[in-house]
């Protein structure tokens, strides 16, 4: 069974930076495409930004330029460096990744890291 466990959210005033890290552990063969959702209180889960194994990125438009999305394969991690950040950032952070198992491939996703940017 596949796990992602996120870490690195935190408290954090406007303008300052912060960086998500998730790492997946369990069974897996091959680690591909990887997300970044957010939930913020009262809102449904967006996306935040996605990288595909080929290398393409898919973000939101309101972090253009600010975030930056990353993988490492062989550590079976990924990270989101977010830069600038703003009140309307604060959320709860999902990671998603697509792996494959001793089988198949599959989607999994982690419990959340919450980050609160104040004012």
């Known amino acids: 069974q596949v796990q992602l466990v996120e870490s690195g959210g935190g408290l954090v005033q406007a303008g300052e930076s912060l960086r998500l890290s998730c790492a997946a552990s369990g069974s897996i063969s091959s680690f591909g495409s990887v997300a970044w959702y957010r939930q913020a209180p009262g809102k449904q889960r967006e996306l935040v930004e996605s990288?595909?194994?080929?290398?393409?990125?898919n973000y939101d438009g309101s972090v253009k330029g600010r975030l930056t999305i990353s993988k490492d394969n062989a550590k079976k991690t990924c990270n989101l460096q977010m830069n600038s950040l703003k009140c309307e950032a604060t959320a709860v952070y999902s990671c998603?990744?697509?792996?494959?198992?001793?089988?198949?491939?599959?989607?999994?996703w982690g419990k959340g890291s919450q980050v609160t940017v104040s004012s």
């Open positions: 998603q990744a697509t792996v494959k198992g001793a089988a198949a491939w599959g989607t999994s």
């Open positions: 990288l595909s194994d080929s290398g393409m990125t």
